[in-house]
């Protein structure tokens, strides 16, 4: 018998994956070009008043468990912030304040998935997406999203795939809007023909809305609740992205809805967050400091969003300016997707590519397989433009090298 569970021995995260060598490269003195984090805590500095907030937390000793479902003021910022971006109404008893939406997706797969239950993922994905459902013995339907019109949902591929998985309905569909690894917002009208087809087969959606506030280049958004109101459903949301707050760990899982599948899964949640009894106490209040004081919150948005914007769209040019990659441009998160021309080139696939690429021009990047995209590689758009024309220089350079 295996010491190592089947699903344990499974996990791997197609980000991180070349940690290692990086790391060697590194102490023999490489300077790495790093663009496999979407880590924006690694590039910009948290809002003073949150760190305040932070700091204030722990003075007046706020070090303690919180009640498991989270501090109420959050969860009742959660709901104010919904009901003025998007008129969603839904009470503060209603959110589950998580370690991230991370543990939100720990949650759900665990509450919903039993062994051998099936979950529809459009792909690219999100990895951690695929971790979660697999560590439950869950089996993924992974439609693409169609690339030639701004990876936006294909429904045909959808209904395709569901007619293929006959006498399995899936648990969940779960659909991540702005999208991670495209960078690209789905439009409502897709999002509205998902929810009809998610509602005639009776499975439960779910929508990943971490990125909702980095919008640009005139981006179409709108949160999944306002399509879905009175059909079972999850939102998920936090404070990683649009705080730029990743290492708080600050994730909210919200049931805009009384149904009771939305209220069975809310009341799972309460009790797995029971279960790790709190998530972390001065980070809620920090956080909620960030919610409350909107003012500051948006100027400091606006600015980093004019940088973010600025930064992907010339990734996007430079990029697709070598030749030897076609990526659709950007208008939300700060990823950039790119397809490459892997017929121009003597390399197999995405996996060689991202490995010669760090051994021999030293950056760092994801290949497009480890989101469920064979033939992709997916640029992080964070750092600064210097940096990025650097990086795209560099790869520039390394096709030219492998060209056949
Ligand atoms: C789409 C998406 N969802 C969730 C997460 C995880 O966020 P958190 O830091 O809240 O766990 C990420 C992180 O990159 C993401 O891209």
Redesign the pocket.
């Known amino acids: 018998m295996p010491f190592i569970s089947s699903a344990g021995s499974g996990i791997e995260n197609p980000i991180l994956e070349q940690g290692r060598l990086a790391r060697e490269l590194e102490r023999k003195g490489s300077k790495l070009i790093k663009i496999n984090i979407?880590d924006p805590a690694m590039y910009f500095r948290l809002p003073k008043n949150i760190v305040w907030a932070y700091k204030k937390a722990l003075e007046e000793g706020h070090t303690a468990y919180l009640e498991e479902q989270g501090l109420r003021e959050l969860r009742e910022a959660v709901s104010d912030r919904y009901l003025d971006r998007y008129g969603i109404s839904f009470a503060g008893e209603n959110v589950v304040i998580t370690q991230?939406?991370?543990?939100a997706?720990s949650f759900m797969n665990q509450g919903m998935i039993d062994g051998g239950d099936s979950a529809v993922i459009f792909r690219p994905f999100?990895t951690?997406y695929l971790t979660y459902l697999k560590l439950s013995g869950g089996v993924p339907i992974l439609p693409a999203l169609d690339e030639s019109n701004n990876w936006d949902i294909n429904i045909s591929e959808l209904e395709r795939l569901l007619k293929n998985n006959k006498g399995r309905k899936p648990k969940y569909m779960l659909m991540?809007n702005p999208?991670?690894p495209t960078g690209t917002t789905l439009s409502g009208k897709a999002i509205r023909e998902a929810i009809e087809i998610a509602k005639d087969n009776d499975i439960f959606i779910v929508s990943?809305e971490?990125?909702d506030e980095l919008l640009y280049n005139g981006a179409e958004f709108t949160s999944v609740g306002k399509f879905a109101k009175g059909i079972p459903h999850m939102l998920?949301n936090?404070a990683?992205?649009n705080y730029m707050a990743?290492g708080l760990?600050v994730?909210f899982a919200i049931f805009p809805e009384e149904d009771p599948k939305s209220q069975a899964l809310k009341k799972v949640f309460i009790g797995m967050a029971g279960a790790r009894l709190s998530a972390n106490t001065p980070s809620q209040y920090a956080i909620l400091e960030g919610m409350r004081n909107k003012e500051k919150h948006n100027e400091f948005m606006h600015e980093k969003l004019l940088q973010i914007a600025d930064r992907s769209r010339l990734a996007a040019r430079l990029i697709n300016e070598t030749g030897f990659f076609t990526a659709v441009p950007p208008n939300s998160a700060f990823y950039l997707f790119a397809r490459i021309h892997l017929n121009k080139l003597s390399i197999k696939d995405d996996k060689e590519f991202v490995e010669l690429l760090l051994k021999e021009q030293q950056i760092q990047l994801t290949r497009g397989s480890g989101f469920g995209m064979e033939g992709f590689i997916r640029i992080v758009t964070l750092p600064s433009e210097a940096v990025l024309t650097e990086a795209v220089e560099r790869i520039r350079k390394f096709c030219e090298g492998h060209k056949k």
């Open positions: 979407g991230g939406v991370s543990e997706l999100f951690e991540t999208n991670n990943d971490v990125y998920l936090g990683s992205k990743t760990r994730g």
